[in-house]
């Protein structure tokens, strides 16, 4: 690689340039403890916003970068999800002091995004949430003796199924038991049979002794 002529002053293009609070912004989205597809939602607004600063400053937006529109139906088409879930990713990075939005007048779907960049509010980068978020149950620690909602809902979902095998299938069922009340059962039937058999064979020889 050459070294630069100190003596030539035309300007160079840039290649690319991330300064200022866009380099704060995608570097608290990395150290952020959220999840994938929050990160991912995250870096999709860094673009639509930052890239854009230019075009916002010249037409005269306020702190051009920090903010963009934002459809959520579009935004769900483009990113491939359901808007369902586009909303509850918006509404999330909300609730974590990470995004502000302002609604539009017509259509509350439609509005702007805005960074909060006090990044001191963000709660993803809070040393106690990123401790809870990421701490494993029953690692190094005792149980409180508490189980989590998921945990009651699979124990819920066993017992259930348990239920239900045990109207399909009686706990009392038995090969053994079964056999052993089967055999007087069948025993009792041969000798109702016999019985039946022998009072037919009695009537008529008796028919046939009154018509000698």
Same mark, same amino acid.
């Given at each position: 690689?050459?070294? !630069? $002529?100190?003596? $030539? ?17 995608? #570097?608290?989205? #990395? ?22 600063? *230019? ?10 970068? *920090? ?7 579009? /935004? ?13 990713? #918006? ?10 939005? $302002? ?11 805005? /960074?909060?960049?006090?990044? $001191?509010? /963000?709660? !993803?980068?809070?040393?106690?949430? #990123? ?82």
């Amino acid at each position: 690689m050459t070294e !630069p $002529d100190a003596s $030539d002053t035309t300007p160079v293009p840039l290649l690319g340039s991330v300064t200022g609070y866009a380099k704060e912004v995608v #570097r608290n989205i #990395r150290r952020a403890a959220v999840s994938a597809q929050m990160k991912d939602f995250l870096l999709e607004v860094y673009d639509r916003s930052f890239s854009n600063a *230019g075009y916002q400053r010249r037409a005269g937006l306020e702190n051009p970068g *920090g903010s963009c529109p934002f459809d959520n139906a579009s /935004w769900a088409s483009e990113l491939g999800m359901r808007r369902q879930h586009m909303y509850r990713l #918006r509404k999330r990075a909300e609730e974590l002091g990470i995004l502000f939005y $302002d609604e539009g007048e017509r259509d509350l779907s439609c509005g702007w995004l805005r /960074w909060n960049l006090a990044f $001191d509010q /963000w709660q !993803p980068l809070d040393t106690e949430y #990123r401790r809870q978020r990421y701490a494993r149950p029953g690692a190094g620690r005792k149980s409180n003796g508490l189980r989590s909602i998921a945990e009651n809902e699979s124990n819920g979902v066993r017992s259930i199924a348990s239920d239900r095998i045990k109207l399909v299938t009686p706990a009392c069922f038995n090969p053994a038991t079964e056999a052993a009340r089967e055999a007087p059962l069948r025993k009792e039937k041969e000798e109702a049979e016999k019985k039946k058999i022998e009072t037919t064979v009695s009537s008529a020889a008796e028919a046939r002794a009154m018509e000698t």
